[in-house]
């Protein structure tokens, strides 16, 4: 079946704009996650939706980015005022409880990612 | 919260020899430790996982040992390929909770 998808693949935008990044899950599963990853770096956790839960935003750098998970399907991203620091790959995965066809339970399947640049 | 440390930060072993990453956790409450693989410019993957109840696993070549009293877990890989060539990423938390990652081993298997 379809993987996670995220689109754009590649965005670039002046500093200052806002960006909207969006990922769709793989149908069925329940949890939805972002990360970001800077250049040579590890995966530093952005948010986590569950179902109709509340979100677990800790992992949020500042009050400039925000998630949004709609339907308990998509989600999307948002950074606003964007700065030369928020420039990475942001990655966003999904799991399931054994829900998704075809996947295993709990695993962590990843998007492709959106490579963001602030110029 | 988690935090994760993986060692070393890159790893550079002959073809054929094995290979070693070692990772660290903080929180004795996290149950699920996966290992993934990212090559370059592609999405991580899901090699290997174990979870608290077991302090071993295999699979053909990879295998993942735990050590839930000193909180630490260890990626093995025998006879090493180039095509193994990658980041590896260790992980910590709880199934089907956000995990913690570690800061990533880039591995290069010379020929």
């Known amino acids: 079946g379809a993987g996670v998808s995220q689109s754009p693949s590649n965005k670039v935008t002046e500093k200052g704009k806002d960006v909207e990044l969006r990922c769709d899950p793989i149908?069925?599963?329940?949890?939805l996650y972002w990360y970001r990853q800077s250049l040579g770096q590890g995966l530093e956790f952005l948010i986590y939706?569950?179902?109709?839960?509340?979100?677990?935003k800790s992992g949020l750098p500042s009050d400039r980015f925000s998630a949004e998970r709609t339907g308990g399907s998509v989600s999307t991203l948002t950074i606003q005022r964007t700065q030369q620091e928020d420039s990475a790959v942001y990655l966003c995965?999904?799991?399931?409880?054994?829900?998704?066809?075809?996947?295993?339970?709990?695993?962590?399947?990843f998007g492709p990612g959106t490579r963001l640049t602030v110029t | 919260g988690e935090n994760v440390e993986q060692h070393p930060s890159t790893l550079s072993v002959q073809e054929g020899d094995s290979a070693v990453i070692k990772c660290t956790y903080s929180?004795?409450?996290?149950?699920?430790f996966p290992w993934y693989k990212q090559e370059l410019g592609k999405r991580p993957q899901l090699i290997i996982d174990?979870?608290?109840?077991?302090g071993e696993k295999k699979d053909q070549r990879i295998a993942v040992t735990l050590n839930k009293t000193a909180k630490h877990f260890s990626l093995h890989i025998t006879e090493t390929q180039p095509e193994d060539s990658a980041v590896y990423f260790c992980?910590?938390?709880?199934?089907?909770?956000?995990?913690?990652f570690g800061g990533g081993t880039r591995l290069m298997v010379k020929p």
């Open positions: 995965a999904s799991s399931s409880y054994g829900r998704g066809r075809g996947t295993k339970p709990y695993e962590q399947y």
């Open positions: 149908s069925g599963h329940t949890a």
């Open positions: 939706f569950q179902g109709n839960s509340a979100p677990d």
């Open positions: 929180d004795s409450a996290s149950n699920y």
């Open positions: 174990i979870r608290s109840n077991v």
């Open positions: 992980a910590a938390g709880n199934a089907g909770n956000m995990l913690t």
